[in-house]
């Protein structure tokens, strides 16, 4: 029997959420988010962050992070974002294509975290012209990508920086929730408070069927970003089903809860890998060095996982779901324990 | 209160795909449609077109359109088109955006059918050389943007001067179910028996919450579709349930009882607009000449419906849904019918 | 012997022009525009156009229109244009391209020449919305592409209709030299003072060797040009050669002359042709309808010219260079005149 | 007085070139390459390079590179390349640009070389699916950014492990004479016959004005070039006098002769450099680490040269042009021998 750690993506919908369909599935609605469930949006996620936002839902993390990014890059512009990110590695070029071919400019640092020196290092190492793409946006992920969260304090010297030196930032929040669930603090001040620009909230990946917001701290940047959706046909005709989504997971802190318990489980995964771990486990996924052959007893026992970096690295990843089974866990700890015994 | 005529996209979800969404919801699933629903799509469709065929789900028609042609024409590239198209009218640019620039090429052409004496004057009107866009895809739509259908017979004529002119040829099935319904003939009569190669199969507009999907019935042509579907944000992770709602969509024929009872009301309601009808009706939508003064009348009375074509043209389109109640058809037929009395 | 009537493309460079060619090869100069020559054309140009003017050079009338259409429009824009104008028929969707997939608008109108009227026509059937793309330019073309001329009277309801709407003024001036020639007025009369916002200066038909040069009358609407003219590869290193051409152009009214010897010339031809002429000559085209037979006649007595319009339309474009012998004007006009007498 | 040592481009033409510009200057000529001068260019090319060749003639070397690199690459696609390549520094995204927003996949290495190890590391490290970028071209420049040079052998072990990773090979060759005089082989051993598939053949920085040529070594990849250079503008209307540029740049070897010159003068700055060497003079070019307080002196007395790297790293580009003069390299020698006397 198959054990999921692959991704949060293969978790099903929280039944709060199914519900919230449900409800919705009432009679007529006006169709592009003229309905009654998306005019909630703004307020909700308002009161949310603690300030007046603008959300603008999409179907995909990927969506949501290039559309931002479009919006906030010219096509001569470069994004400065960690060689680690999503954005980077598994959106096929979205960024990119959406922004008419502006540039990623890559940022190296440990545990898929951008520092401000290194931000900096970069910047200084390509001095611009007109010869030259323009720097116009820094995206940081929130959880990174390698299952690490920025503090308040580090993400407020980042986006100092980055704005001193004319960046917009953009967080990729598509496990925004299990950063927040780990660090304790409010949304805003994960986000604007510390500077932050545009959002991309995740609902997905933690108990969602299709639901992420652009969530726009600043008004004056939305710019042309309703045109740039719908061109990219991410204007989803029905959206209330979009929206009812996004509201049942924010209310009554489902989103929260949920990261929690992921969180929690994999902080257990992560003590149980021992020296093996590679990255503290201060979200929900856990990053393990294990080589190929007990990567491979792994998988004929039963547990699903992605390879991770370079071909042939032997590191693993290890995704903790809003409803992973306790016994699945019980039985990867056992697992890692084991390997761990044994000794690399 | 209100009587929705706005727009197919303004129905709920149709109850059969509702359950198979929560059938769906049961355990992990592979994401990016690794998973058992998404594996019986290709069969499933096969047996629905008698052929095979492959099938690539998205979440909007303005993103099956213009994947679809973005994978036929090159960016110099253009596609031949009726000037009503959703594609030319109603996307925001998405054909060229996906395809990096292609060009639309428009036809005119009555109840916004391309008729191939119409295809072979533009394409006449048009020599190529490397100094022009190149003419590689003809796109019609069915049922059309005006509510009209082509008959099999012709698009066989469209389609072999398409080929015989280098031209793939891509159909908008927003509304097919619609067509095939109206049409009485099988869906592979209404696409590739008559040389349709791509089809943008609609669900949304007729019970789905968002699902659609790009059915290729030349393997060839798929050609690097996968990575632009990717690149352009529309691979959904959650794909399971996508594909749930595409699958209880074509089970038992809902897709063809839907269409035939909200293109039966149509039909009722395009008799009562007598002399005021602008458009034969084919499938559920009605095109009435009301005037800007009848129009206003209407809209106090409760109906919501858009204003068509230019500016002040005084002309309304009235468009069924697969739910429409009986009630609301009767009373627009009540009104179209006082209005025809009144004359012009 | 060849008799070139094909296009103005053909002819050689101006003996002025090739002098400063030769007198701008002294010894080293900056890269970029950042030469002594350069750093003469705005106040050369403003003086010519009266007010002062921003000027980029360029090598490619085509470069010149489409980095200014992509540097007045967005990506989700569309240009509003003739159906006969160069930058639909003859750049390969060069806008579409430099602007990242904005829409060419098409208006039809006698001679390719725009009138108020048709334009608001256009804008008044095609409304927009978010759904839409977004009109944002005019752009006409002057001369047009059939030989015509727009009278300051009519550039000025043009522009101030356009401005009206929303539109930025682009004028194609390929040809312009030819219009400010035929018109007798001044280049401002014939520019901004008539409401024109971007100039596509164009020198290389009229005598020069590759230089053509983008000029801005509102220097806010320079906005990013220079990014997108570099990152379109128009940045030519040495510069100062193309500046060279610019200059020579318009030192002494060279380029005034050289265009209206072609014009006066053209005249008789458009004269010779009598009933057959298709359009007024006004500049340096003439276009007339001979027939198939009666072209390849001329074809073989050596005249070479180009089919214009639809395949097998029997008509043909003639253009006059700046150096045509009078002779290869004579000898055309004799045939026509002999096409003439023989009737249709 | 200044003493210009910014870039090769800061040069004149040479008389031989300009010599030809004026012979092409006779008459008409059919545009775009179809006049007796460009039709001569694919026989004197494969005669240069001893195969059958494809000539197509731009004005910019970013435009031969762009439009190459867009030829061979999809929009999802990448290009593997050097990080401190033009194409990365200095084309303001052009690549990018053309290619419909490829990816530059950076790799590092000595002297701005790519190794075949350090490009095989990239690809190991970016394993690809459907969620990836995909890498379909490597870009290598002759000489390099930094005044260094490919030996064949290097090249054959590069292009062999490309073509073996499914990467067709680009060599950016804006210096490709002084590359070719510094190895003293044969064009052919340069390029093809170590497994180079498109050359972007440099004239302008070598004594031209304004003329570079894209050289397919296989027809096969030609594929929609000839579209993708009128598109993005770079087919020039009087295309004689970018080949008769061309055509007397490779007569009697005048490009080699150029080259050479200037490839000994470099040398001899880089023995007076001393120390201060920050890489091999192996071409026209000489980095020097000064400091900044040097560099202010060297300005200060005259010498115009480039900032190097990163702001503040105190290094600095020294270019030598075709037509240096003696007096000028024995003063900058005698000036970095001064400052090698004084220490760091």
């Known amino acids: 029997m198959a054990r999921y750690f692959k991704s949060d993506n293969t978790a099903p919908v929280a039944p709060q959420i199914l519900d919230a369909l449900r409800e919705a599935n009432t009679g007529f609605a006006r169709g592009y988010g003229d309905d009654p469930l998306s005019e909630q949006l703004d307020a909700r996620f308002s009161t949310l962050f603690e300030r007046p936002v603008r959300v603008f839902p999409v179907t995909t993390g990927t969506a949501a992070n290039a559309l931002a990014l479009a919006t906030l890059v010219p096509p001569y512009g470069a994004v400065l974002t960690h060689s680690e990110g999503h954005i980077v590695r598994d959106e096929c070029g979205a960024p990119e294509f959406m922004s008419g071919g502006a540039r990623l400019m890559l940022i190296e640092g440990i545990g898929a975290k951008v520092t401000a020196a290194a931000l900096g290092g970069v910047l200084d190492a390509n001095p611009t012209s007109v010869h030259t793409v323009q720097p116009r946006a820094l995206s940081i992920t929130q959880a990174t990508e390698l299952g690490t969260v920025y503090r308040p304090d580090e993400l407020a010297a980042l986006c100092t920086l980055a704005h001193s030196r004319g960046l917009a ?109 590679l990255h503290p486990v201060e979200a929900n996924e856990i990053f393990v060095r294990i080589g190929e052959a007990s990567a491979a007893r792994l998988r004929e026992a039963g547990f699903e996982f992605y390879d991770w970096g370079a071909a042939r690295s032997g590191e693993a990843r290890f995704v903790v779901s809003w409803n992973q089974a306790e016994e699945d866990v019980e039985a990867l700890c056992t697992a890692l324990r084991a390997l761990a015994a044994r000794g690399p």
């Open 169 to 277: 930032v953009h967080m990729d929040g598509a496990r925004f929730a299990n950063a927040v669930a780990s660090l304790g603090c409010s949304p805003a001040e994960a986000t604007w408070r510390a500077g932050v620009d545009v959002l991309s909230f995740g609902a997905t990946k933690n108990g969602a069927m299709a639901a992420e917001a652009v969530v726009f701290f600043k008004p004056e940047l939305i710019a042309d970003f309703e045109f740039r959706r719908k061109r990219a046909a991410h204007l989803i005709s029905k959206m209330r089903y979009i929206s009812a989504q996004l509201l049942a997971y924010i209310e009554d802190d489902l989103w929260l809860t949920l990261a929690a318990r992921a969180n929690h489980l994999a902080a257990r995964i992560g003590a149980a890998a021992g020296g093996a771990l």
